[in-house]
DNA sequence: CTCATAGTTCGACCTTAATCGAAGCATCTG
DNA sequence: CAGATGCTTCGATTAAGGTCGAACTATGAG
């Protein structure tokens, strides 16, 4: 009826069962190519290639090209956040696109959402910096402390330049599986970069699941102890 | 593209333009009938009856029958949380809703529904007691806690002799001005008995309105805190 | 009781858009 | 340059589902 930029729009983007194959699997944080992106959501790639012009048209993808390959990459953290609450909204109702299997389990234990870490350990990990201090809740709006810089900097994250720029540093993410917070912003993508670095943990771009090494796990364990 | 939950289903529901008038139109927080949200979208009743259902069986509403009516409200923050999301997303969106319920300011602020307190106040009490954990909402029934029994008995209500009688104890019910739940049932009704008894407020019978005195409304914000 | 109102169900119509074959660009490789 | 690869555009087909009239059920009013 009274139009402006609605939310059926944006809603209806997501709402095709191909584009939403897709935008899942870019909330791995890899960017992927048309063909990838097909193959992703099981249709040719010239219906590929209509979709993802009306969800780049939409705003929810940020393309690149290079040389002959188109990538794309979801475009920002705001649409990944929404992703993952439409996810918590359909798995509270029950509607699964397959029925729980092996992944599954390994997807709630520890998974990459766009570019920071979610599922058990993700929770585990904000549920940790909460307690220790090191993050704190001011309003909506959550605030690394002067803690929390330190232990950041002690872990060998660059905590000045992520403050320099403009992205947020802490947001809040829900999880879906855990229905919890989970970190998001730069300084949660850091951290995970770090684990990544450190051999930690390893992450599986096709399926979004992060693998711990059993050295990683017990480190990890220490370093975000859980009451 | 194997596992998680199926968020196009979800992303389907709210992107039909009808559907997702209604769902803007629910972020009010008030609870609105199948007609009034057939207009909010504009489209017929049979129309909105059809939308209505599958959004109820998607998980996002949750239906109230009243008497021949039938109320919709959403069905959790997390659903207005998405929306939310949604119309971030969608970038200023505008849109606006128009007032419905009684003109009277007396009677939105306090009154009688049947024998118990209604409007504002009325509202006020139940969320009250729903914050304190007084009552709590297993599935579809309301139920009175221990620690609500024992606020109910410091209050000077005889809560054994309610429990005993046959009529239900708390029961929900939606707030013709507020569109909210207020309390219903055998403790509803005692609950403004006990109001009366202790001069805190007045019924007027043929208006409907209840007014409460100076000291009985501090009194009445003392035991029913608001956040 | 009858009448009115709120909502649901059914069936037919019809718009929308997802899909893919084929052809057309663009870019890289040899 | 030609040939291969990645992607886009066009057009026709087709399936899905939104829409409303009409008939039906349920509740309330007089």
Redesign the pocket.
Known sequence: MREGPDIAHIA?LIG???RANMLTALMSGKAL???ELAEEAG????????????LDEGGLLRPRKQ?????FSLASDEVAHVLEGLMGLAAGSGYRRKRTGPRDAELRQARVCYNHLAGDMGTQMFDSLMAQGHLVLDGEELKLTDTGAAFASEFEIDVESLCKARAPVCRECLDWSERRSHLAGSLGRALLNRLEELAWAKRDQKTRVVTFSRNGAEEFKKLFPVK
Request: a positive charge; zero cysteines.
């Open positions: 209806a095709d069962p191909a190519t048309v063909s249709v040719t790639i010239q219906t590929a290639s209509s979709h993802l012009s009306k040389g002959r390959h188109k990538y």
